[in-house]
């Protein structure tokens, strides 16, 4: 599958479209929807979807007016509903603006697939995160799991530090080659990060 990556809004989120085999998919569209939707004009590949892997504001804010735009589906794990639902209220909080994403989104599980990625439920930045794995193309869509040099914040209200190393060692045990598109930052590979990243060298790798 490819994938086309632009860095979004004040907090430098990464947005993606993905190709699937079912069409195109916007993955944690943050901000900047005329911008998400030129680079889906311009790379030839309609959007049929929105797949959030969690539900904080930076990652949605692009969402309302996509859907205005396309009627697309959103899809989330219903334990990040609550953060859905008040991401325009928290997004104000740190004095910024996003238009309230719409309700009835497409709820999400452990195990399925959607547009031929399979969802991990990996909780702990929020508890309803999940990532997206492309696993014959070897890449995965972290999220706010795991960055380059980095990990996801786990201070944060509904934040569960030892669930979040749980799923970063359960991410760990994909091949090394595995491309890790994160939320936020360059993308790296799992067999780097596990050399390098100092959050992860002290756990199990167990691939």
């Known amino acids: 599958m490819r994938a086309f990556r632009l860095t979004v809004g004040p907090l430098g989120e990464n947005a993606y479209l993905v190709e699937t085999p079912l069409g195109g998919v916007f993955v944690d569209p943050g901000d900047e929807a005329p911008r998400l939707l030129a680079l ?4 030839g590949i309609p959007p049929r979807a929105i797949l959030l892997t969690h539900a904080h504001f930076d990652h949605l804010g692009a969402v309302a007016p996509l859907v205005e735009a396309l009627g697309l589906p959103v899809f989330l794990h219903p334990l990040d509903l609550p953060l859905y639902e008040k991401a325009a209220e928290t997004a104000a909080l740190f004095g910024l603006t996003i238009p309230p994403p719409p309700p009835g989104v497409e709820p999400l599980e452990e195990g399925m697939e959607v547009y031929g990625l399979k969802v991990w439920h990996l909780p702990g930045h929020s508890p309803g995160h ?23 914040r786990y201070d944060l209200p509904g934040a569960d530090p030892e669930a979040l190393f749980s799923s970063l060692k359960r991410l760990l045990t994909l091949p090394p080659e595995t491309q890790v598109h994160p939320g936020h930052g360059p993308s790296t590979t799992l067999g780097l990060e596990a050399r390098t990243n100092p959050f992860l060298l002290g756990l199990e790798w167990e691939a």
């Not at 999940?130 to 795991?146: H, I, P, T, Y």
């Open 40 to 43: 889906a004009e311009e790379a």
């Open 130 to 152: 999940v990532a997206f794995l492309d696993q014959e193309g070897n890449q995965v869509f972290s999220g706010d799991l795991l960055f380059q040099g980095s990990v996801g």
